[in-house]
Every structure is written in C-alpha cells, then in structure tokens.
Nanobody, 118 residues
Framework: VQLQASGGGLAQAGGSLRLSCAAS????????MGWHRQSPGKERVQVAS???????NYADSVKGRFTISRDNLKKMVHLQMNSLKPDDTAVYYC?????????????WGQGTQVTVSS
C-alpha cells in the first residue's frame, strides 16, 4: 500500500495550494480518503474527508476555504486550499480508511509540508 502525497510548499497568506495523493495497493473504491495535518507540538487532526460516493466533510477551521475531491479512476484525492492562513502551516498527511465487517484498516502517506507566511 502506498499513498504518495505531493503539492506542498510555501505560500503567502491569502494564497492557494493544491495537494494531491496518489493511492496504490488498495481497493480505492472501498476507502474513504482524508487529509490530516500536524503542526509542531500539536496532535494530528483531520481537516477533510471524502467517502467513496463523494460525500465530503470538513473541519470547522477550513470550511469554505478547503475543498477535497477524489478521482476514482485515477485513484487520487486532492485538497484545494484557498485563502491560506499562517495557522494552516503543518505537515499534511493523506489517509485511507476502509471499514470491513470485522476490522478497520487505515493507511497513511508520508506527509507533505505546507508553510504559509504572513
């Protein structure tokens, strides 16, 4: 299983970045996909998720600014981040979750750094 995240970098406050995550080794349609982030000294938190059917959920802190989407044919998930704030600075991780009858499987990508300057 591999979740390869890309698209992080440096942006100014008010700017935009688009993160992408390419999945392999999983049944993509059976997985909900999400993006989490972790800032130094803080816990990793989920910022957005999307079900295989395309239902998206967002953390209050990013609602109206971030948009998660998925391409089931290409097995990719994206996070469009607009109106970036310095508080969005974190390492962003792609996550895949599949819920079976008797178990839950969760996979993580390697993370991509997002830095927003004021």
């Amino acid at each position: 299983v591999q979740l390869q995240a890309s698209g992080g970098g440096l942006a100014q406050a008010g700017g935009s970045l688009r993160l992408s995550c390419a999945a392999s080794g999983i049944d993509f349609l059976m997985n909900s996909m999400g993006w989490h982030r972790q800032s130094p000294g803080k816990e990793r938190v989920q910022v957005a998720s999307i079900t295989s059917g395309g239902i998206a959920n967002y953390a209050d802190s990013v609602k109206g600014r971030f948009t998660i989407s998925r391409d089931n044919l290409k097995k990719m998930v994206h996070l469009q981040m607009n109106s970036l704030k310095p508080d969005d600075t974190a390492v962003y991780y792609c996550n895949a979750v599949s819920v079976g009858l008797t178990s839950v499987k969760s996979y993580w990508g390697q993370g991509t750094q997002v830095t927003v300057s004021s």
